[in-house]
């Protein structure tokens, strides 16, 4: 066996979003007898996470270990603006990658994609990239502070080798906005480990007992949709469309699955619009597959995203999709084909969308054969294959 290459993954933070997952995804299913891997994460703070998230999170690090992954925590990495946390995390990163002296880092989302690029820049890595799973140039920050980040990702992208995008129009929206030459984009789908989703695998059993729990009947239609409740990923929308569909479809229930700090605000639109015992807010939870299956419609408000890949499980469980038209949606969803796209903050769109499947079983089966048969494009071995095929061009 000859010597293996350091690959060193930086992530702010490992919460229960795509980011986390796909770098995860990443650090663990690399091939073990050609790369060394480590990971070095961010502090997710407890109040950011409920009980189930940080469950979950445990058992995806545990596994993580268990594939070969060193993981490496530093507490002042952290996702809020902090210059002293900021300037001791960038030490914290330097120092470690000097004792490890990888030959690759790879480094995930904003604020570990500067600290960790130009600490491994001036720590002599040979090789730089950087996905940045989305972008910080729209719903995230005020202007001012967009601007900045904007900024910080040009001169960044000086010392970056490969900048990996999840979709063709984060790319287009990166050379938009001038971070880089087109010649340092790659476009590398995120991936998600689709046997969980199969529905061969997921119990019948499993669906009645989750329907039991939560207080579902089998004559009601069931929509629901995955996300942390934040400004950006429009729940706001998704429960004022509710508020619409259920005039016409007294018998349909919406569920809310995930965390965030919109919650009391979204609790509280239910009880303006009276929808409060029709809307079901569940927290995070570690039985997704079994709860998409037992949704008839998966709808995901988001107002930015740099691929979604929510969408690809909805897709391999096979659900019809309703979503925006933002981001690098379009680049998974095609409309009227696996899904139906409307125009972002539409309410009334959003809601004829959903009314419309609800009302056509017919047109329901045919998205939803047509989503299945695309899920297998974007598996986690598909995305960790290119990203290894990446790597060794760039040892070259």
Request: a positive charge.
């Amino acid at each position: 066996m000859g010597i293996k290459t350091k690959v060193v993954h930086i992530i702010t933070r490992l919460d229960k979003g795509g980011s986390a997952e796909n770098t995860l995804l990443t650090a663990s299913l690399m091939d073990k007898e050609r790369y060394e891997v480590f990971l070095i994460r961010g502090l997710s703070l407890e109040s950011d996470m409920s009980p189930a998230e940080s469950d979950v999170l445990g058992y995806d690090l545990t596994r993580a270990e268990a594939r070969g992954v060193r993981v490496f925590t530093i507490p002042s990495l952290v996702r809020r603006l902090s210059p002293i946390d900021d300037l001791r995390a960038f030490i914290s990163i330097y120092r470690l990658l000097k004792e490890i002296k990888p030959r690759i880092v790879h480094t995930h989302t904003s604020k570990a994609g500067i600290l960790g690029r130009w600490a491994a820049y001036l720590a002599r890595v040979p090789i730089i990239i950087h996905t940045p799973h989305g972008h910080v140039f729209y719903g995230y920050f005020g202007r001012p502070l967009t601007r900045i980040f904007i900024l910080l990702e040009r001169y960044s992208s000086y010392i970056t080798d490969k900048i990996v995008t999840l979709t063709d129009k984060e790319g287009e929206e990166h050379l938009q906005s001038k971070i880089a030459p087109k010649a340092k984009f790659i476009t590398i789908h995120s991936g998600v480990l689709l046997e969980r989703y199969s529905p061969s695998n997921i119990n019948q059993i499993d669906i009645n007992g989750l329907k039991a729990q939560l207080g579902l009947s089998n004559e009601v239609a069931i929509v629901g949709t995955v996300g942390r409740l934040a400004p950006v990923k429009g729940h706001e929308y998704f429960i004022k469309a509710a508020g619409k569909i259920l005039k016409n479809f007294p018998e349909t229930r919406f569920l809310l699955i995930g965390e965030g700090e919109l919650r009391s605000y979204l609790e509280g639109l239910c009880l303006e619009l009276g929808i409060s015992q029709q809307v079901l807010f569940l927290g995070w939870r570690d039985d997704i597959p079994a709860l998409l299956a037992l949704m008839d419609v998966f709808v995901l408000p988001s107002l930015n995203e740099g691929m979604g890949r929510v969408l690809v499980e909805a897709m391999a469980v096979g659900k019809p999709i309703v979503a925006f038209r933002v981001g690098g949606i379009p680049n998974l969803i095609q409309d009227r084909e696996n899904g139906i796209l409307v125009l972002p903050k539409d309410i009334e769109g959003l809601a004829r969308a959903i009314t419309t499947l609800l009302a056509s079983r017919t047109l329901m089966e045919e998205l939803r054969a047509k989503g299945t048969a695309k899920a297998p494009l974007y598996s986690a071995e598909n995305m960790v294959q290119k990203i290894e095929a990446l790597y060794e061009a760039l040892l070259k």
